[in-house]
């Protein structure tokens, strides 16, 4: 599972709280939800599926197999991600960075591929990885077996295989947001060249899956007397079915949206303020006089460095104002948004907020022209969605 930047409005996401650095210049970070499904794949593997499986040692060596099973199961997810963003990134594509989560893992892309084509391999080689890294898996247990499947280690990899299979097959399920959904929505877009429509043509049938889903849980519930299974079932399905309605309004809005250029709803030439000079000296220089909030900032070379925003000022403890430097404290030009000024706009809803609380630099030649807030974009979408549900005028 993962998002594009409209998807990302939708905050399915999960927030990262523990980061695990950098891996090929992409921010990994986790969420703890995912450590409980790791325990528990370790606990179930632990005292219920390899003792089963692969009888007769100490207790000891199934917890082993367990935990290392479900850190190499994490990898495994964090691979599937990987794969996403490494062919995003190489196809012009901003990443973020990848959060693992619950759910799997979501990758965070600060723009979007305008080709149906790129898209549709963006998203294909996530659950291509986990089915390939499955057989691998299956391989490896079949060598190290040597044809007696009962050992601890050949059992472990088949678990792995088996696990990573299901991570791919259960991802290519057509429903938004799993990888299906969208790859479904860029091979119509790709056949039609029609975006909106293959958005909603995507989002009914992941509905269908949805309402299915509804309703095997409520069967499992009502003639098997399955309560857990059935409201996981349920749950999943409302999940996708809530899912499915946001991606389609996205798509509206992104209908209505077309057309319309950053430049458009930029606000041109904003202050730019020097960065080498102290916070008392910003303070009482331009910033307590200015009814902005967010200042974009130069270099002493009048190069664009950053953005200083209120927060950032707030922060400094009054005493520390004289000796702390503006370029100490702002939103360095590396962790701010930025667009061109013909960019289309709806490649900036959904920016997450970060330390640049949600502005966009609109740059041209390396010059800054414009600045556009949070506000400036929610405006637009009250607008559009306000225009778009007028009704059409009958011409007679
Ligand atoms: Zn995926």
Not at 181 to 195: A, V, Y
Not at 208 to 223: D, K, M, P, Q, S
Not at 300 to 313: N, P
Request: hydrophobic residues 50%; charged residues 10%; neutral net charge.
């Amino acid at each position: 599972m993962h998002c594009f930047a409209l998807w990302r409005i939708l905050r399915y996401e999960m927030n990262e709280n523990l980061s695990l650095g950098r891996i090929g210049g992409i921010h990994v970070g986790l969420n703890w939800s995912l450590l409980v499904i790791a325990a528990l794949i370790a606990w179930s593997l632990a005292t219920g599926i390899l003792p089963l499986s692969a009888p007769g040692q100490p207790s000891s060596a199934y917890w082993v197999a367990g935990v290392v099973a479900a850190v190499v199961y994490l990898a495994s997810l964090l691979a599937h991600e990987l794969a996403h963003s490494m062919v995003a990134m190489r196809r012009g594509v901003r990443v973020e960075g990848i959060t693992l989560w619950l759910f799997g893992g979501v990758s965070r892309f600060a723009s979007e591929t305008s080709s149906p084509g790129s898209q549709a391999l963006i998203i294909f080689v996530g659950p291509l990885t986990s089915l390939v890294l499955g057989a691998v898996f299956y391989l490896l247990s079949i060598a190290v077996g040597g044809g007696a499947q009962s050992g601890l280690l050949p059992v472990t990899l088949a678990w792995l295989g088996y696990l990573n299979l299901v991570l791919g097959v259960f991802n290519l399920v057509p429903a938004f947001p799993l990888d299906g959904g969208r790859l479904l929505q860029s091979l119509i877009w790709l056949r039609t060249g029609d975006r909106v429509r293959a958005t909603s043509v995507a989002a009914r049938v992941g509905m269908v899956f949805a309402y299915l889903l509804i309703a095997y849980g409520l069967a499992t519930f009502i003639f098997a007397g399955n309560l857990i299974g059935g409201v996981w079932a349920v749950f999943l399905g409302w999940f996708l079915l809530s899912a499915a309605r946001s991606e389609e309004a996205a798509g509206l809005l992104r209908q209505a949206l077309s057309g319309t250029t950053v430049a458009d709803v930029m606000t041109p030439n904003p202050v730019q303020a020097p960065d080498d000079t102290t916070v008392e000296n910003a303070l009482h220089g331009y910033v307590l006089a200015s009814r902005h909030s967010t200042f974009p900032t130069h270099d002493a070379g009048g190069r664009l460095s950053g953005l200083l925003t209120m927060a950032a000022l707030k922060n400094v403890a009054p005493d520390a104002r004289e000796t702390t430097l503006i370029k100490q404290i702002i939103c360095p030009l590396d962790s701010v948004s930025t667009a061109r000024p013909a960019d289309p706009i709806t490649n900036l809803l959904g920016i997450s907020e970060g330390c640049s609380e949600g502005r966009t630099l609109v740059v041209e030649d390396g010059r800054l022209v414009g600045i556009i807030s949070p506000s400036d974009i929610s405006r637009l979408v009250q607008r559009s969605l306000a225009g778009r549900s007028r009704a059409p005028v009958p011409s007679a």
